[in-house]
């Protein structure tokens, strides 16, 4: 039986295993997924144990996603531009990181047709998904990406990264087409975002949070008469191309997988 694990910390409202054992299962595949919580001096050792084929594949998540690229042997291009890991696998008996996050971002707005080229992009946050952000948003030739981050040099950072994009100080809202939601803001339900958007309308407000399902942030821009998308989309598309690299079957998304994430 092959063996897969998501990795973080804190890893137990990862909905991960619920959706890649709905799909091995629907496959018919000799497999299992599963958490796991590590702390950082653990990540040499499980990547060892990828090397020792005793897993199969890895996915990352907060806080790892970064930390675990000492100890890989190779990256694919879209892991090397974002420093940014995902999904692991052995090929040729080398530890490989990928980034899937990419296309889960790229994927979710094709799905709901919204066209990036030449909007301006204003992101909230600096934390590690926006690397695979801004490498989607500049792939769909976005015109400006501006971020915003509480702690500014975390946002300075990136443009490391990532000449082209404008940082500005919390606070600071600039013109924008479309705003993501990419801090931990809204992860608890009464969580509140302290910048008032309430003279924004016609946008288009995208929360890389999914559960909730409605953050407050959504539903005030809502209100506000905008349009909006959470990061279920995102979430299941990353999950799915990760799927995919290692069983080599383009799984389905289908009405049942998205309501597993709303149960
Ligand atoms: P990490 O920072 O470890 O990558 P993350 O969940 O990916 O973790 O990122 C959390 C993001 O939410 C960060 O951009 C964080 O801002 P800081 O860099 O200043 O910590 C942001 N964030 C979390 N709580 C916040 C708050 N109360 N106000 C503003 N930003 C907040």
Known sequence: MKKYFVIGNPIEHSFSPKL???????NNLDSVYEKKKLNLDQLENIILEIKQKKINGINVTV???QEII?????LSPEATATQSVNTIYLDNNL???HNTDIAGFTLSLKKINFNIMNKKIFILGAGGVVPSIVYSLNKMKALQITICNRTKEKADNLKKLFSNIKIVKWGEI???????NATSIGLNNEDDINLDFS???NKFFYDVIYNPHETNFLKKAK???????NGEMMFIYQASAAFNLWHKVQPKIGDEVIKLLNR
């Open 63 to 65: 806080p790892f996603k």
């Open 20 to 26: 890649h054992n709905y799909w091995i299962k629907e």
């Open 199 to 201: 003279n924004i309308k």
């Open 174 to 180: 600039p013109e924008f087409d479309m705003i993501i």
């Open 70 to 74: 000492k100890y890989l042997d190779k």
């Open 223 to 229: 209100n506000y008469g905008n349009k909006i998308s």
């Open 95 to 97: 530890a490989v990181g």
